[in-house]
């Protein structure tokens, strides 16, 4: 069973561009969430997508948008890039089985905005 | 405040101790707790699932809810070093299965 995989590792991007992470979901979900994790802090929600739809969103403005890809991939796009949007960014994968099974993660993409 | 508050830690303990980790809560519809493990430089790790009020034992861990207190525990029995990480509590709602409300994590140190 493949888990969660997240690319790249590692990026850094200038205030005020535009960047794409991706997510490949574990073999047999179809749901995915993407999550931010502030140094310190616990992950915090930005949206969810369940047959290439989004279908529940946190508190981030629209800049943040997302698309899920019929074999259930996952890109996450954050335009004009914020210093504050420094983070780690976290990928989820499950199913969508009126909310029994839990989330499983990646290891996520380490956004550094300088 | 926030709806999942839980002990900021850093806790260190020596090895082969009992480690109690804790979370509360303000939002009575939370039905799912769950509590992930997160090595650094790592995405969360899930260690242990529950569904509403008990306890849930899987080896080393027991998981416990009192949704009456709004008070969920993990304790760790015959901590090991490989335990050092830092330990995140988090909660759902009945449905949608990805937005899930987390903890800001306790940093757990086992000593050799």
Known sequence: ETGVTQSPTHLIKTRGQQVTLRCSSQSGHNTVSWYQQALGQGPQFIFQYYREEENGRGNFPPRFSGLQFPNYSSELNVNALELDDSALYLCASSRNDRGQSPLHFGNGTRLTVT | ?112
């Open chain 2, 1 to 112: 405040q926030k709806e999942v508050e839980q002990d900021p830690g850093p806790l260190s303990v020596p090895e082969g101790a009992i480690v109690s980790l804790n979370c509360t809560y303000s939002n009575s519809a939370f039905q799912y707790f769950m509590w992930y493990r997160q090595y650094s430089r790592k995405g969360p790790e899930l260690l242990m699932y529950t569904y509403s009020s008990g306890n849930k034992e899987d080896g080393r861990f027991t998981a416990q809810v009192d949704k009456s207190s709004k008070y969920i525990s993990l304790f760790i029995r015959d901590s090991q070093p490989s335990d050092s990480a830092t330990y995140l509590c988090a909660m759902r709602k009945e449905t949608n299965a990805g937005k899930s409300t987390f903890g800001d994590g306790t940093t757990l140190t086992v000593k050799p």
